[in-house]
Nanobody, 129 residues
């Protein structure tokens, strides 16, 4: 059974950094699209970043481009989200998601939450001003 377990959230001040981790298990991720989404109170879930495991292609939302970096550790089957220069508007629950066998890769596809098969439980990130 596929499991995604996020960790690394916390409370930080504006301008600080955090690194989120998503440990993936129970499946084959060699072709997967791995995504990070976030949801703030009263708002819809929104795309943050995605990574195509087989080719290393990355995608970012405009709001985090240049500040966040998605990466992987093949040995640990773990995907990371390095978040720098955090802002109060980055406050949200951050979710890791996986689509094991995407039919194709595109920026629109990886940014659509409904395309993902598996989700983690989420980790809270709070940025104070």
């Amino acid at each position: 059974q596929v499991q995604l377990v996020e960790s690394g959230g916390g409370l930080v001040q504006a301008g600080a950094s955090l690194r989120l981790s998503c440990a993936a298990s129970g499946g084959t991720f060699s072709s997967a699209a791995m995504g990070w989404f976030r949801q703030a109170p009263g708002k819809e879930r929104e795309f943050v970043a995605a990574f195509i495991w087989s080719v290393g292609t990355t995608y970012y939302a405009d709001s985090v481009k240049g500040r966040f970096t998605i990466s992987r550790d093949n040995n640990k089957n773990t995907v990371y989200l390095q978040m720098n220069s955090l802002k109060p508007e980055d406050t949200a629950v951050y979710y890791c998601a996986a689509e094991l066998i995407p039919p194709y890769y595109s920026s629109r596809r990886v940014a659509t939450a409904n395309n993902y098969d598996y989700w983690g439980q989420g980790t809270q990130v709070t940025v104070s001003s």
